[in-house]
């Protein structure tokens, strides 16, 4: 009973982090080894790819009407007259499309006599690592995150309501270091580059989240393969609460940061990054 209730919590904060400009990976690091958590580290490592997908998952029933015009457009010719309302999501769509292929470098074999990728070596060494990276990750995201607010206080070009091939472009190798680092968020890198790029504030959660999810759905999809292909044993029922718990917590999240300007909420998470590494750094010397 008590280890449903810790990954009750650990399903909980997570779902609730995953959305924000503040590493989930890093919370569930921190309290999976505050908990004393029972399940090994390819248990952990298990979860956490089932949260990335989730959260992926999530995101595409929000902008599912932006997907499905994109992928509509793709197999419409631009000479008919849907094609031709539908061609700024076809651009959408293949911006999505460019952006996926950083991604292919952390599948590249590092083995040619065991089948071994790329994101194997990271995911082995980082859960031997993970809370002192954490800490480190931590930091430099607020760091990231200090020298974005002053970029966005003192920038005077016009804002921008949709991201160009570049900015996506940019998204897709800053999101490639958060999967290598745990502890360097996924929306945060995502909150300097659209803010660098003069994504207008009011956009920025969307356009971050409308590339994040498809990198975050086939890298998690792979990496939850690749344990289940291992005979990795998982309790179902514990595995369906920790899905529902992060699903309808991450998916009030989403709702509610779309609501906001999340440009004005950044130094709050700039501080909570510098807290959430202390408290990692801590924890590491306390163990």
């Not at 950083?102 to 089948?115: G, Q, T, W, Y």
């Not at 809370?131 to 930091?139: D, G, K, N, P, R």
């Not at 940019?170 to 003069?198: A, E, K, T, W």
């Not at 009011?202 to 344990?227: G, S, T």
Request: proline share 4%; net charge positive.
């Amino acid at each position: 009973m008590i280890e449903y209730i810790k990954m009750l919590i650990l399903s909980l904060v997570s779902g609730v982090m995953a959305p924000l400009p503040v590493s989930s990976s890093a919370h569930f690091a921190l309290l999976s080894n505050v908990m004393n958590f029972s399940g090994d580290e390819r248990m952990l490592g298990f979860y956490s790819s089932v949260f990335g997908l989730t959260f992926s998952v999530v995101i595409f029933i929000f902008l599912r009407k932006i997907y499905a015009k994109g992928i509509s457009a793709i197999f419409t010719s631009t000479k008919s007259e849907k094609g031709s309302q539908l061609k700024p999501y076809r651009s959408v769509m293949k911006n999505i499309l460019l952006s996926l292929l950083p991604m292919i470098l952390l599948f590249i074999p590092v083995s040619l006599e065991e089948p071994v990728l790329l994101i194997d070596y990271f995911d082995k060494f980082l859960r031997g690592n993970s809370l002192f990276l954490v800490a480190f990750a931590c930091i430099i995201n607020a760091l990231i995150l200090v020298i974005a607010i002053w970029y966005a206080k003192n920038a005077d070009n016009r804002p921008k309501r949709v991201s160009g091939t570049g900015t996506a472009m940019r998204m897709s190798f800053y999101q490639l270091v958060s999967y290598v680092i745990p502890g360097f968020s996924h929306v945060s890198s995502g909150c300097v580059n659209m803010l660098i790029c003069d994504i207008h504030p009011r956009v920025i959660m969307r356009e971050i989240y409308l590339y994040v999810a498809p990198q975050m759905f086939a890298v998690n999809l792979v990496r939850m393969i690749r344990y289940i292909v291992t005979d990795i044993i998982v309790d179902p029922i514990t595995l369906a609460v920790a899905v529902v718990a992060f699903g309808i917590v991450c998916a009030v999240t989403v709702h509610l940061s779309g609501r906001f300007n999340m440009k004005n909420y950044l130094g709050f998470f700039c501080v909570y990054s510098v807290i959430l590494g202390l408290g990692s750094a801590l924890t590491t010397f306390i163990n």
